[in-house]
């Protein structure tokens, strides 16, 4: 079974910076995207970036490029997501998915092959 494992998160003043990793195991295929979503409270669920494993391509919300990059070390098997100049509105739980493409990955539609645990990201202000 895909496994995936988030971590990195934490409180931190408005203007750092946060990395979160996400630790992949269990495919069998190297075909696959995996992506972060956040969740503020009272609101709905939004993708923030994704990333290709195979091709290293890229999606991120169009609103948060340029102060978050996604990257991966296929050798680590593992996804970051750099957060720099945070903003209270970027305070949630972060959680990163898995899926079979970048191509739609932040469709309502895809079908997720697994979804980490969540990590809470605190922004003060």
């Known amino acids: 079974d895909v496994q995936l494992q988030a971590s990195g998160g934490g409180l931190v003043q408005a203007g750092g910076s946060l990395r979160l990793s996400c630790e992949a195991s269990?495919?069998?295929?190297?075909?696959?995207?995996i992506g972060w979503f956040r969740q503020a409270p009272g609101k709905e669920r939004e993708g923030v970036a994704c990333i290709g494993h195979r091709d290293g391509r890229t999606f991120y919300d169009s609103s948060l490029q340029g102060r978050f990059t996604i990257s991966n070390d296929n050798a680590k098997n593992t996804v970051y997501l750099q957060m720099n100049s945070l903003k209270p509105e970027d305070t949630g739980v972060y959680f990163c998915?898995?899926?079979?493409?970048?191509?739609?990955?932040?469709?309502?539609?895809?079908?997720?092959?697994?979804w980490g645990q969540g990590t809470q990201v605190t922004v003060s202000s």
């Open positions: 998915a898995a899926a079979n493409s970048v191509v739609g990955f932040f469709a309502t539609t895809t079908d997720f092959l697994s």
């Open positions: 269990g495919f069998t295929f190297d075909d696959y995207a």
